[in-house]
């Protein structure tokens, strides 16, 4: 079973022809949006500070009551 | 509030703006496509006409290069609001998360599956089996879709949650109140049905480009059939559910409908103002029309289903209408200023273990809660919570003059289909090819009407772009929009570039693999 599956995608996957050039674009785009973005530019900014949940609660707190003082 | 750096906020604001409408591009074809292909392979398979088939795998060829290109654009819009929005993330709490996590087993499970087994699966399953995966395909996306806007929908009327003071996050009190939100529902009607218009045509635009070029004319002329068909479905029920949704504007966010139509001053049997254009003034918020063409009572009736009804205009948000039962902005910061502060004593008192202070603290802040947000405006101009009226404005006339358009089209396309004179009007044949980016503007005008509208606020009342934002520096923010619009354009021209060239290329290489089946 496990194999027909696995033959059903190696099969399809060979007689791509368009195919080919979206997957090597899908590769490209996920390798700038989860490797470059994500890393370097996107990183939880709340995680990023604080280890966990409570601080998360209290740094937000702070904020939400204390922006317009 | 000289500590906000309002250069991060509209450079956030713009980056969400870029992505969002960038990803858009690529949804709403996914969302009817799909369908159309379905409706395609179903008359293969009911017919048995090879023909049929050869159609629907044509289609699929584009629908999937487009899904391909589209797949993960809309995953930057969640790195987004970790990074930019990070205070909104917290205070969302679990009402994102429960939709967004079904969403992602609903698109992984669904789609992963079901589109392996439409593109790879010709010939190896039954026929009917490769229909039910074609078919769960579309649903899947529209589904996927469903839990997008459920999350969007409460940020544009926030229900069926309780805000814990303790953590700062809005916790899920009635899952079902939120699935099942009108404003919600509309959305998504409104939303996927816009998608099937898109996607119609599309199909159409493609094929009328084949019958001028005098190729593949049998394909194009059966294609048209089936999308102008499903196009002017959808363009008549995108009038009920484009009605519903404005229903719940006007119930939910009336400075949204005040800036959608440029009504500054209230009225009974207020008009609506089928074209119009604001004048240039430096006076802000105070445009007039230099020409309008107002249907009296339009808007009342579009609002609240009365021609008589009252409509509050911008200046009776802002400062208030006694006689129509509608609060100031400037009470409602004074109630939002109560919430904040009542939270921050809260706060406090709990640390010194002064529950019973704390406790009625906790009340006067519950007692408020419902204009938290405004108190951020206090000590500013309670203009600065107006949205810009005339980017609204135009979205939406824009919008709605090209969904009025699109109905006759699709009905003079069918006609000619039908009565098999579509070869001889040169004409239509190549405005339909035009009409193509005209649908690619309605979509775009509709997400800024859906957005810019309820500006400033990210969740209506309670959370306005300034509570939301990170502190980060603006720079890094800067840096992203250009790295994302740089990303976005390339994967915009592979789109178009390998579109254009796989239509160009056509179906004629998949007359062969068509007749094994």
Known sequence: MIRKIINFYKEGFLSMEVGKKLWLIIGIKLFILFIVLKLFFFQDFLSSKFDNNKAKSDYVLEELTNLNK | ?517
């Not at chain 2, 490769?130 to 769960?136: A, Q, T, V």
Request: aromatic share 14%; net charge neutral.
């Open chain 2, 1 to 517: 509030m000289e500590h906000i750096d309002f250069s991060l906020i509209d450079w956030s604001r713009a980056q969400f703006a870029l992505t969002a409408l960038y990803h858009w591009i690529f949804v709403p074809l996914t969302l009817g496509l799909s369908f159309i292909i379905a409706i395609m392979e179903s008359l293969y398979v009911k017919t048995g006409n090879p023909e049929w088939k050869r159609i629907t795998k044509f289609w699929m060829t584009l629908f999937g290069i487009n899904f391909a290109i589209g797949v993960a654009t809309g995953i930057i819009l969640e790195f987004e609001f970790g990074t930019n929005w990070s205070n909104y993330s917290w205070f969302v709490g679990d009402i994102f998360g429960a939709p967004l996590a079904i969403e992602g087993i609903m698109a992984f499970f669904l789609e992963s599956t079901f589109i392996a087994i439409m593109f790879f699966g010709w010939n190896k399953v039954s026929k009917k089996f490769h229909l039910l995966s074609s078919w769960l395909v579309a649903i899947g996306s529209n589904l996927s879709a469903l839990w997008i806007l459920v999350a969007n929908g409460w940020m544009q009327n926030p229900l069926g949650m309780h805000f814990n003071p303790d953590t700062a996050r809005n916790e899920m009190g009635n899952f079902w109140e939120v699935l099942l939100s009108p404003v919600a529902v509309n959305k998504f009607l409104h939303t996927i049905t816009s998608g099937y218009v898109l996607a119609s045509i599309f199909v159409i635009g493609i094929s009328a480009w084949y019958v001028l070029k005098k190729r593949h004319v049998n394909l194009a002329k059966r294609s048209m059939v089936v999308a102008a068909t499903f196009g002017l479905i959808a363009s008549l029920y995108l009038v009920f559910t484009g009605d519903g949704s404005a229903k719940q504007v006007a119930k939910h966010q009336p400075m949204k409908l005040a800036a959608m139509e440029g009504l500054y001053y209230g009225s009974d049997n207020a008009p609506l103002v089928a074209i119009g254009v604001l004048e240039n003034t430096k006076k802000p918020y105070e445009e007039d029309f230099l020409m309008d063409l107002p249907i009296p009572g339009g808007l009342s009736f579009l609002a609240f289903g009365n021609m008589n009804a009252f409509v509050p205009g911008i200046h009776d948000l802002v400062h208030g209408n006694k006689e129509h039962g509608i609060i100031s902005y400037n009470e409602k910061i004074e109630m939002g200023k109560k919430a904040i502060d009542a939270l921050a004593a809260y706060k406090t008192l709990k640390k010194e273990n002064k529950t019973d202070e704390a406790a009625a603290q906790l009340k006067i802040f519950e007692a408020n809660f419902k204009y938290f947000g405004y108190g951020y405006y206090f000590g500013h101009n309670p203009h600065e919570l107006i949205p810009p009226v005339k980017l609204s404005f135009y979205a939406f006339h824009i919008m709605v003059g090209l969904g009025t358009y699109f109905i006759l089209f699709f009905a003079l396309i069918l006609y000619f289909n039908l009565k098999n004179k579509i070869e001889n009007k040169g004409l239509i044949l190549r405005l339909a090819v035009w009409t193509i980016p005209l649908a690619y503007i309605a979509q775009e005008a509709g997400w800024i009407v859906a957005e810019v509208g309820r500006q400033p606020w990210v969740i209506q009342d309670l959370m306005p772009t300034i509570a939301a934002v990170s502190k980060i520096d603006s720079s890094n923010v800067i840096i992203t929009f250009f790295l994302f619009l740089a990303v976005f354009t390339a994967l915009l021209i592979a789109e178009i570039k390998i579109l254009l060239a796989q239509i160009k290329k056509g179906p004629g290489n998949l007359i062969e693999s068509s007749t094994k089946n």
